[in-house]
């Protein structure tokens, strides 16, 4: 199972003076608290959350939820303080406070076609545990409230996506209230629980090999197919722009060299694009399930094999093809893994030696007798590596 948490923001709709004259007591009245449990629990540490939410019991107007959920809120400042007391002053709490209410204490309800909000108010010393006031929504929003109100969502708005149809449950979560630039606001959490897509035994898989050579190679090790992107026109543009960028600097046209940029940008994204939706279309005819890449750690790590002149547009090429390819493949409801990147170049497909010496140039010649192009050998590597977490 899967969980997903998303938070939906919205402001309250014209708050009169005194309603925001009352959300700043109970904001006050919960900063009060918070920093209350902090100086009981100081004073008598081996003092539980129950006895804290009795001594709190007696003092404080707020619904009992809302109590509870300073006091958490409190607690774990307090705890994460007791580790590390040597470096850290005594926590408090800002006088502005957000404050908490617990999925139990806030509900959504539509009057006359207007949304509103009901949340425990304290009026002139009152508590109401259900005082309704209107919210703004917009397209997005009111996708998420219709979808928790009536646990189905519509399929026709732009905010629906095929996945949400692997959502088993759809659980409302913890409410805050607060201000910000003199604007109110009333924020719930959303989990969804998911389930895991069905992965089909033994489904094929393609591998893709990034490169600077070659922009990228897919390959399915299971049926021997490959595709290869050569890059050439990257190339040529790569070397034109430098040659052009170099004439300009010592022109000192920043503006120029700075349009340049865009421009080269543009070009990548949108070969990226073509090679992507090419990589989803070869995975879709080989029948593969699955593309996986490499986990390519930090650029740094990468850049020091690349000549000068080709860092700049390929640290974020490099990513940029992944998001590419990820997006393209999510919308064929196909899967993207990532495999660790340890000398994928230099293992054998067919034996699985690793050895250096294999690789030479653009050949890879194992001694176990196997010889293939040395990026269509990676992507049959990649293809074939156990996928890694994340
Ligand atoms: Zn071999």
């Known amino acids: 199972m899967k969980k997903i948490t998303m938070t939906v923001k919205l402001p309250l709709f014209r708050p009169t003076h005194a309603k925001q004259e009352m959300y700043r007591t ?98 002139k010393g009152i508590l109401t545990l259900e005082k309704y006031v209107p919210v703004q929504t917009n397209d997005y ?11 189905e969502w519509d399929r026709t708005s732009k905010h629906y996506h095929p996945s949400f149809e692997r959502i088993i449950e759809i659980k409302k979560g913890q409410g805050q209230l607060y201000e910000k630039k003199k604007r109110w606001y009333f924020a719930f959490s959303v989990t969804l629980i998911m389930r895991e897509t069905e992965k089909p035994v033994q489904g094929k898989t393609v591998g893709v090999d990034r490169g600077l050579k070659m922009i990228a190679v897919a390959g399915c090790g299971q049926t021997g197919e490959y595709l290869i992107f050569h890059g050439r026109h990257l190339g040529h543009i790569r070397r034109n722009y430098h040659r052009l960028r170099r004439q300009l600097q010592t022109a000192k046209n920043r503006k120029a060299i700075k349009r340049l940029g865009c421009k080269e940008r543009r070009i990548v994204h949108y070969w990226n694009h073509v090679i992507s939706k090419r990589i989803v279309q070869f995975a879709e005819q080989t029948g593969a399930t699955v593309i996986k890449l490499e986990r390519l750690k930090g650029i740094r790590q990468m850049k020091r094999h690349w000549k000068r002149s080709d860092r700049n547009i390929h640290s974020w090429s490099f990513f940029d093809l992944e998001k590419k390819i990820q997006y393209k493949a999510e919308q064929k409801g196909l899967t993207v893994e990532y495999v660790d990147p340890y000398k994928t170049s230099q293992q054998c497909f067919r034996c699985g030696n690793v050895k250096r010496t294999n690789r030479r140039g653009s050949l890879f010649q194992c001694s176990c007798g196997y010889t293939k192009q040395a990026d269509v050998n990676a992507s049959f590597v990649i293809s074939a590596r156990p996928s890694i977490a994340g």
């Open 26 to 123: 109970m904001r006050s009245e919960f900063a009060r608290l918070l920093n209350r449990v902090l100086d009981i629990k100081r004073q008598q540490p081996a003092l539980n959350a129950k006895d804290i939410d009795h001594l709190l019991k007696k003092e404080s107007i707020l619904p009992s939820t809302t109590r509870q959920e300073a006091r958490k809120l409190a607690l774990s400042r307090y705890e994460e303080w007791e580790m590390n007391k040597t470096t850290k002053s005594f926590p408090r709490f800002k006088e502005k406070q957000t404050i908490l209410f617990n999925n139990q204490n806030w509900r959504l309800r539509y009057d006359n076609g207007r949304l509103k909000l009901g949340i425990p108010t304290i009026e």
């Open 141 to 151: 929003t009111e996708f998420w409230v219709q979808t928790l109100l009536t646990g």
